[in-house]
């Protein structure tokens, strides 16, 4: 009877410490006011200097540069840009609008163009620059939203940039990972995908790297048509700012725009561009065209590559068009 109670009393504190651990684990709701307490704990503000207008692309650092430099050995490259559309469709109202212009002079006849577009949303491939969102009233490093005017940015703009991304890029394939073709609506990227690709590549993502994350957004329009990606976008958990600002990842992209739509997040609709570009000071690289990208590097299972963009010199831009290029 003595050793009876004593196995019911040893099951009773093992369950107790089961149910504890469990409790432990247990992810707890992201809210608004846990959002608060992160832009805070995360803040790169002042990490560089109060003045400071590059944010985490102070990490790319002459040596890093002449390090992915050396990572060259192909000779391939690829664009990592979609095709610029000209005609409206779910995702993209604002299509470009292109005038062509014949004129004669000095003996010859010209073609001119004149180009008007909206590039942010979700489908130009585009970078954000650190005034692009607002948070409490501030950008990046504290400077005021007031700074950004309707005739451009006086702080954070695009302009700061003008001498590019020049570094060590590393592929995440999600779907390859999870062996999918590309995820679907209610998929989530975590910490914890990161450090499983780590271990099926052998790569290790490190300060400075520019971080790309395919989810198959293309693969599933090819094959599904087009869908609402306001109300449909696969991307990122919350919780990766933190991994991010742990590895000290200097630039993130993504075939979507790293958000996930809806977040979940009661008037937060934008987390991790609230995150990365507000409080990390971390430029996104939005609907970037993956697959061409993802089949090289299986072919040569090399996930690890140079990294080239730049965007256009433009002062007070909120953002550029780019066409990113990775290099074997």
């Not at 095709?83 to 604002?94: A, E, Q």
């Not at 504290?142 to 950004?148: A, T």
């Amino acid at each position: 009877m003595v050793i009876k109670k004593q196995v019911i009393f040893l099951f009773l504190i093992l369950f107790s410490i089961n149910t504890i651990a469990q409790e432990l684990n247990k992810e707890k709701p992201i809210t608004k006011e846990v959002m608060n307490e992160w832009m805070h704990e995360l803040s790169n503000w002042g990490r560089w200097g109060k003045d400071d207008e590059l944010g985490t692309l102070n990490l790319i650092t002459p040596e890093k540069r002449k390090e992915a430099a050396s990572l060259v050995s192909e000779g391939i490259s690829v664009s990592l840009a979609r095709d610029i559309s000209k005609n409206p469709t779910l995702n993209n109202p604002y299509p470009l609008k292109q005038s062509v212009t014949i004129e004669e002079w000095a003996g010859h006849h010209w073609a001119s163009d004149t180009y008007t577009m909206r590039y942010h949303g979700n489908d130009y491939s585009h970078i954000d620059a650190l005034c692009h969102i607002f948070y409490d009233g501030n950008m990046y490093n504290g400077f005021s939203q007031n700074l950004v005017k309707e005739n451009g940015a006086e702080k954070l703009d695009i302009q700061k940039m003008k001498t590019g991304i020049f570094t060590r890029g590393v592929l995440v394939d999600i779907p390859m990972l999870r062996n999918v073709a590309y995820l679907k609506k209610g998929d989530i990227i975590k910490p914890e995908d990161m450090v499983a690709w780590e271990k099926k590549t052998g790569i290790k993502i490190k300060s400075g790297d520019v971080l790309l994350i395919r989810t198959g957004r293309w693969s599933r329009y090819k094959e599904e048509g087009s869908w609402d990606f306001g109300k449909d976008a696969i991307g990122l958990h919350p919780t990766m700012a933190k991994w991010l600002k742990k590895r000290d990842v200097a630039v993130i992209g993504s075939d979507g725009v790293s958000d996930t739509y809806p977040s979940g997040i009661e008037d937060i609709g934008a987390p991790i561009h609230q995150l990365l570009l507000v409080a990390l000071g971390m430029p996104l690289l939005d609907n970037l065209q993956l697959e061409e990208l993802a089949t090289k590097a299986a072919n040569l299972n090399k996930w690890e590559f140079l990294f080239v963009t730049a965007p256009l010199r433009i002062p007070g831009g909120t953002g550029s068009p780019i066409n990113p290029i990775a290099t074997f």
